[in-house]
């Protein structure tokens, strides 16, 4: 009896040493991204600039649900890397007040995040992909409006649509309304994200709130009125890595520093339309882009 | 089948998400058996305590999981990091089966042979172990395993809160329609399961008394 | 003769015992001697099982004394006294997840005896219960009933205490079997002189066994008589017994009926 018992517990002790140790990825990294395409887009570009660069296996874990899932797990050791708006970090996981301008953000998140979780940025992308006011081209044109203070003046005649989301954070249309003196005819119709545009193209609504680098902008011939005022954060991409994965694996920062400042409003907004209204793959629209940067290998078919 | 190529595909991946949700499962488990156990013995000593002690426990099971989960972010040190949550979340869903089997299968135990017992000169020290746990080690085993299949499929919900996991693959594939990695995390999920059951079954029927 | 052996090894002084709205006892007095096998003999309720629970504590006196070789019960080290005591009860109260050898040798085992001279002490016991060897390595559950009270006794008497308490052991056994057991008794205390308690409820057993008998009735001592003097008692109690057990008594009170 008592034989039977020393060994279960032999059993017990030896499972729990083996679980105890946390997971950690000989010779892969793992890159994550959120569930959103322009985060797979993102993400995608990461894990092929690595695989050329670095000569190591990468694993991609995309489709995590949001900005706290992903903290969760790159703070466990789970992905190595991931994309994340500078932004968001600030203000959803750092919870501060979002101010300053692009590079006091990025200075400041990177710092904290070296600080507090053993995690560093590498470079922003390039873009900065904040709220956008979105409103048809045709009225841009027509009543020549290209900033968000130029619409304010106009907004007591126009229907606005705006997300659940945007609708309740403080730093959504509450603050947005309160910086550009705003007032719409009506309340602003909360719709899902995904009808909005559609809504707008076929005069529902006359302004809706978007992303900057919405693939539908070039698309549905809609234009982003400029934030004259600054009231958004911004919100420049840039990959979150684990100071361990640099320290083991230094060629993964160098093939990131290398991303740097590559892609512009424009050319993501052209990615995102490629992949959502044309349904391109992810992978194929990616290559293309690295390889037009001459970041790898192989010649773009597109050029003659 | 797709499912089967997927997995050895991606056998590294699975492979982590299985230690991982074994890692949730298995100190939840020993944590809720470290507290409810010694609970257990100690309501079924002092009946005054029986009432407060299984109602409490009953109120944490009844709150649905995703809610607990919820509750317990905010909290400072726990709900910095998800997996310390999930393990705690996951403890306290452990204690009622634990406690209440502990609980029963004690109180089992044939007065006439306590009363024999003391009436010996045994101390209640030696009684309870000589005597009360050891009889009532197969009921005590049959909560633990209730706890711990329990368990295994709280686990996948701790994914969604980041703490990863089987149930990972399971959120991921529903963001993906890709049904392949929901049953990547689906199946292991549920062998595990299987698994947990099978075992410590086992052990009870050896333990019961022919 | 020196003096100890004629203190009382139990001495009950006024002894009360209550237990919520019920007086299960009152105004006991009673001096048990060394040697002699005391019987309590009562219906139920009479509050025989409390008087002998009183003497291993396993319940207090609400007011009096119980005293045991001189000392008072309840100033004593609880665990001391019930380990100085065999107790042997109806249900036999084996722990079913041990041998028969390590049921036998539990009380030598918690008091710190070597190996060696539990399993000594087991063999001696078993033979000295009337059980074959092997029996050792069963279970309890593989056992009849007059085994399993044979092993009960063997235990009781384990760590060779002078006083034994029995709560009526062979109550739960078919006839022929009490009988044996009953026979056995009287060998043994023939050869051990244990000081012994023994509860019951039969007359016939009482008369057989009992050197002395203490009629209780409703938590009151009615007399002590000896077998003889009680088949021929005056006592309206006493004698409401003889008549409900009828005939054949002359020959358990004349005891050793082969």
Not at chain 1, 202 to 221: E, F, K, R, V, Y
Not at chain 2, 106 to 119: F, H, P, S, T
Not at chain 3, 6 to 15: G, H, M, Q, S, W
Not at chain 3, 52 to 58: E, H, Q, S
Request: net charge neutral; charged share 20%; proline share 5%.
């Amino acid at each position: 009896m008592k034989h039977f018992w020393r060994k279960v517990c032999a059993l017990v002790v030896c499972a729990c040493s083996l679980l105890g140790c946390a997971p950690s990825h000989p010779g892969r990294v793992v890159v994550g991204s959120k569930n959103f395409t322009e985060s797979f887009i993102l993400g995608e570009m990461i894990a092929q600039q690595i695989e050329a660069h670095a000569n190591l296996r990468v694993e991609r874990r995309f489709y995590l649900a949001g900005s706290y899932i992903c903290q969760q797990a790159i703070l466990a050791g789970r992905i190595d890397v991931y994309p994340e708006y500078t932004g968001t970090a600030l203000t959803a996981i750092l919870k501060q007040p979002a101010n300053g301008d692009k590079e006091a953000v990025y200075q400041r998140v990177k710092s904290e995040y070296e600080q507090r979780f053993g995690l560093t940025l590498g470079p922003a992308l390039g873009f900065n992909d904040t709220f956008a006011m979105e409103i048809r081209g045709e009225d841009a044109r027509r009543l020549n409006v290209k900033t968000l203070s130029e619409a304010a003046r106009l907004a007591p005649q126009w229907r606005a649509g705006f997300g659940y989301e945007f609708m309740e954070r403080p730093d959504g249309y509450p603050g947005l309304a309160a910086a550009y003196g705003l007032h719409f005819a009506e309340q602003p119709r909360i719709m899902d994200l995904g009808l909005l545009a559609r809504a707008l193209k076929d005069h529902q609504i006359d302004l809706a709130a978007g992303n900057a680098t919405d693939g539908l902008i070039p698309a549905l011939d809609l234009v982003a009125l400029e934030d004259d005022r600054h009231y958004f954060p911004p919100y420049e991409a840039v990959p979150v890595i684990r100071e361990q994965t640099v320290a083991q694996h230094p060629e993964v920062a160098r093939a990131l520093a290398e991303l740097g400042g590559k892609i512009s409003d424009e050319e993501m907004r052209q990615m995102n339309y490629e992949v959502d209204a044309q349904h391109r793959d992810t992978r194929d629209v990616v290559r293309e882009f690295l390889q037009r940067k001459g970041l790898i290998a192989g010649t773009d078919p597109s050029t003659p | 089948m797709n499912v089967i190529r997927f997995m050895v595909e991606n056998q590294a991946q699975v492979l982590e998400l299985t230690l991982e949700h074994l890692w949730l499962v298995g100190v939840s488990t020993f944590l809720a058996t470290l507290i409810g156990v010694p609970l257990g013995i100690l309501i079924a000593h002092r009946r005054q305590l029986n009432r407060p002690v299984l109602a409490g426990a009953n109120i944490i099971q009844t709150i649905p999981s995703l809610a607990l989960f919820g509750f317990l972010l905010p909290v400072p040190w726990l709900g910095a990091r998800s997996d310390r949550l999930a393990i705690l979340a996951l403890t306290l869903y452990a204690l009622l089966p634990i406690i209440r089997n502990t609980y029963e299968g004690i109180r089992g135990v044939d007065a006439a042979v306590l009363e024999a017992g003391r009436g010996m000169g045994m101390t209640e020290v030696q009684l309870l172990f000589q005597v009360e746990l050891p009889l009532a080690m197969s009921v005590i085993l049959s909560g633990i395993r209730v706890a711990a299949v329990i368990s295994v499929g709280l686990a996948t919900i701790a994914a969604a809160i980041g703490a990863g996991g089987l149930g990972e693959f399971i959120f991921r594939g529903l963001a993906m329609v890709d049904d392949r990695v929901i049953l990547a995390g689906a199946i292991p999920a549920a062998i595990l399961a299987l698994l947990a059951d099978f075992s410590v079954g086992w052990l009870e029927r050896r333990l019961r008394l022919r | 003769m020196s003096a100890e052996n004629t203190n009382p090894a139990i001495e009950f002084r006024d002894v009360a015992y209550r237990v919520g709205e019920t007086q299960v006892l009152s105004g006991f007095n009673l001096h048990i001697a060394r040697g002699e096998t005391l019987v309590l003999l009562g219906r139920s309720g009479s509050g025989k099982t409390t008087t002998l629970k009183l003497i291993n504590r396993l319940a207090t006196p609400t007011s009096g004394e119980v005293l045991v070789n001189g000392a008072s019960a309840c100033e004593s080290d609880v665990i001391r006294l019930r380990r100085g005591m065999g107790y042997v009860i109806q249900e036999v109260g084996l722990f079913p997840h041990f041998t028969v050898a390590r049921n036998i040798g539990l009380v030598p085992k918690i008091g710190g005896w070597p190996e060696e001279k539990v399993r000594a002490r087991v063999e001696e016991l078993l033979q000295l219960v009337g059980l074959p060897a092997e029996l050792a390595s069963r279970y309890p559950h593989q056992l009849s009933g007059g085994q399993r009270q044979r092993v009960g006794v063997a235990r009781a008497l384990a760590a060779d205490p002078n006083i034994l308490l029995m709560d009526e052991p062979f109550g739960a056994l078919d006839p022929l079997t009490r009988d044996e057991l009953q026979r056995e008794f009287l060998l043994l205390q023939r050869r051990l002189r244990k000081t012994v308690v023994f509860v019951t409820h039969d007359l016939r057993e009482a008369l057989r066994l009992g050197s002395r008998i203490a009629l209780m009735e409703a938590g009151r001592l009615v007399t002590v008589l000896s077998p003889r003097e009680f088949l021929t008692s005056p006592d309206p109690w006493a004698s409401a017994y003889v008549r409900a057990f009828g005939d054949g008594l002359e020959s358990a009170a004349n005891r050793g009926a082969s």
